[in-house]
């Protein structure tokens, strides 16, 4: 496995962004060359980025035969808007600039939020071509492309059903100026990459309606979706077994240990197999 670190360097970027991959190294051994990858990026209501959804998902992933990588991007109080979009943004150019000596498929690269982090990947998907973001890249348009988007439990609205205190903590003296533009609902278009979205009806945080508007969005602008609606679970439970669970062990929920097979799946039938040779093969 090819696993490093790499600290992010846009303007406002903290000490603690940094970049890590978990990418599989190529062998002969494979048939499969050219490998998806999933950028993960943890939830904490931007003052914080989540240990326990962080590697645990990467990992999930690489079990499959995906490459992975976490962003721990840039938080509150020290850094806001538009630091940890400019972050992500790099982390997709760095990873199709490298695409070939890492073996990333660059038809296939997917973005992972969870919670507050899914407002980050949700908004990248919004806003990838717009151009202050190129330009502020140096890239273009097409280099900061997502292909695919999986929101886990996000946070989406600055309206009725807003987790506030996200907003406040990613637009600090900006909240005013810029809450109604980062109510993503709101922002979806024609460009947006089909997106999976999973959310527990009893979330107590981040309420259900977040992802249920956003999915609304997208179907508006005919672009492919597909909402996991469970019926127990609180907020931010990971990938929902022990090895996302906290000592008080809530996190725990196995009715919605199915949402990493269920993207596994989805992923299948929206994209197709992996290219095993010149011939189309399950990847499993």
Same mark, same amino acid.
């Given at each position: ?7 992010? #360097? ?21 048939g ?16 914080y980025?989540s240990?326990?959804e ?9 079990? #499959?035969g *995906? ?5 721990? *991007? ?26 070939e000596?890492w ?14 982090g899914g407002?980050?990947?949700?908004? *990248? ?21 997502p ?26 003296d900006r ?8 109510s ?31 999915? #609304?969005?997208? #179907? ?8 996991h609606? *469970? ?13 996302s ?9 196995p ?26 093969k399950?990847?499993?």
């Amino acid at each position: 496995m090819i696993y490093e670190k790499f600290q992010m #360097k846009e303007e406002g970027s903290t000490k603690d962004a940094v970049l890590t991959t978990y990418l599989l190294e190529d062998t002969p051994e494979f048939g499969v060359k050219k490998r998806p990858v999933v950028i993960v990026c943890p939830g904490g209501a931007y003052v914080y980025n989540s240990d326990r959804e962080g590697e645990p998902l990467a990992l999930q992933f690489t079990a #499959k035969g *995906y490459h992975a990588v976490v962003l721990r *991007y840039s938080v509150a109080p020290e850094a806001h808007f538009p630091t940890a979009l400019l972050e992500l943004g790099r982390t997709v150019q760095m990873l199709r600039e490298r695409a070939e000596e890492w073996h990333i498929d660059t038809e296939r690269i997917f973005l992972m939020g969870s919670s507050a982090g899914g407002h980050l990947v949700a908004s *990248y998907s919004c806003f990838w071509t717009k151009d202050w973001l190129r330009k502020a890249l140096g890239c273009e348009k097409e280099v900061l492309r997502p292909n695919g988007l999986m929101l886990n439990y996000p946070v989406i609205t600055s309206g009725e059903y807003a987790h506030r205190d996200s907003f406040k903590n990613l637009l600090a003296d900006r909240y005013d100026e810029l809450v109604e533009e980062m109510s993503l609902e709101k922002q979806v278009t024609e460009d947006n990459p089909p997106t999976f979205l999973w959310h527990t009806m009893t979330d107590g945080l981040v309420p259900v309606e977040n992802s249920m508007l956003f999915a #609304k969005a997208l #179907k508006d602008k005919g672009i492919s979706a597909e909402l996991h609606l *469970y019926s127990q679970g609180g907020h931010g439970i990971g990938v929902a077994t022990e090895v996302s669970g906290t000592e008080y062990w809530c996190e725990i929920v196995p009715i919605c240990q199915s949402w990493v097979e269920l993207v596994h799946t989805w992923i299948l039938e929206t994209f197709g197999h992996l290219q095993l040779g010149v011939e189309q093969k399950f990847f499993q």
